[in-house]
Nanobody
Framework: QVQLVESGGGLVQAGGSLRLSCAAS????????MAWFRQAPGNEREFVSS????????DYADSVKGRFTISRSNAKNTVYLQMNSLKPEDTAVYYC?????????????????WGQGTQVTVSS
């Protein structure tokens, strides 16, 4: 399993922006499909976005499409989530996850490596 460390969370007003980062310990980072999930209190962990190995293929939940952008730097072993036009309903703990295959990349239970999470709070 790869070790993942998220950063970049915080408190922001509605309409603002944040950029999350997730640094991986694995030298073979480019062989992992990376994803972001989030979990609000009382809710299940939900898919936000994923990006395949080269970064050419991305996927987004409908709730964030057009506002969030996922990207990766295989040279820096890091995946990013740029979040714009934030809404109070985006408030959650955001988790970075990694897996080898590109099957079921919207299912949290299919990911074997997880970061500790970073809190994002959007005030109205």
């Amino acid at each position: 399993q790869v070790q993942l460390v998220e950063s970049g969370g915080g408190l922001v007003q509605a309409g603002g922006s944040l950029r999350l980062s997730c640094a991986a310990s694995e030298r073979t980072f480019s062989t992992y499909v990376m994803a972001w999930f989030r979990q609000a209190p009382g809710n299940e962990r939900e898919f936000v976005s994923s990006i395949k190995w080269s970064g050419a293929t991305t996927d987004y939940a409908d709730s964030v499409k057009g506002r969030f952008t996922i990207s990766r730097s295989n040279a820096k072993n890091t995946v990013y989530l740029q979040m714009n036009s934030l809404k109070p309903e985006d408030t959650a703990v955001y988790y970075c996850a990694a897996k080898r295959t590109d099957l079921n990349t919207r299912r949290a239970q299919d990911f074997g490596s997880w970061g500790q999470g970073t809190q994002v709070t959007v005030s109205s």
